[in-house]
């Protein structure tokens, strides 16, 4: 499809398990974006690609989260031993490289941790 | 840091009432302004943006005008229709920020007919 594709849609996975989310930007987009959308926190970002730079992992609330993107497309969220506080909407959003560009979000991954 | 405050919903207007969903931001820089929007079951959406001061952005009826002066985006539109439920967001993007989006909590809108 034209839009950025994300899979699973939902996962539910027991405490302590790893996980991996997975995101398919717009074709042609250089930066690619993943933010967390939960009760308490709202709408939080995570991590940042653009291009070949060293990614912005700012966002990232703890050592147990990572992600990389391979060949500038495809990226890959994975969140290890996994708490009942990960548990949230995934989102991802991908744009063209000019700071300017509005981002183009995918419909999530719901992960719920038991 | 750069913050996004907007007001709390839930907000419950009757159709073709006037919206106003107030969105103040704190920034270092020049950030450029965006409201995006969720439908019930959907992903997010940009809805409009203003990338510098006194832009206005616009789309299907909504508007909202870039204020530095008041360091405001207050999103309004003339007459709401029942499609608009949804749960509005307003973000920014701060100059020196790279690309991420520093998003508002999010207002919930309800339409009745």
């Known amino acids: 499809g034209a839009g950025v594709s994300q899979s699973p849609s939902n996962k539910v996975t027991e405490k302590g398990k790893d996980v991996e989310l997975r995101c398919d930007p717009i074709s042609g987009h250089t930066a690619l974006y993943w933010y967390r959308q939960s009760l308490g926190q709202g709408l939080e970002f995570l991590i940042y690609f653009q291009g070949n730079s060293a990614p912005d992992k700012s966002g990232l609330p703890s050592d147990r989260f990572s992600a990389e993107r391979t060949g500038g497309s495809v990226s890959t969220l994975t969140i290890q031993r996994t708490q009942q506080e990960d548990s949230a909407v995934y989102l991802c959003?991908?744009?063209?490289?000019?700071?300017?560009?509005?981002?183009?979000f995918g419909d999530g991954t719901r992960l719920s941790i038991l | 840091g750069d913050s996004v405050t907007q007001m709390e919903g839930p907000v419950t207007l009757s159709e073709e009432a006037f919206l106003t969903i107030n969105c103040t931001y704190t920034?270092?820089?020049?950030?450029?302004l965006f409201w995006y929007v969720q439908y019930p079951g959907e992903g997010l959406q940009l809805l409009l943006k203003a990338t510098k001061a006194d832009d206005k952005g616009s789309n299907k009826g909504f508007e909202a005008t870039y204020r530095k002066e008041t360091t405001s985006f207050h999103l309004e539109k003339g007459s709401v229709q029942v499609s608009d439920s949804a749960v509005y967001f307003c973000?920014?993007?701060?100059?020196?920020?790279?690309?991420?989006?520093?998003f508002g909590q999010g207002t919930e809108l309800s339409v009745k007919p």
């Open positions: 959003a991908s744009s063209l490289g000019q700071v300017n560009q509005p981002q183009h």
């Open positions: 920034a270092t820089g020049y950030p450029s």
């Open positions: 973000a920014l993007r701060g100059g020196n920020q790279g690309g991420k989006l520093i």
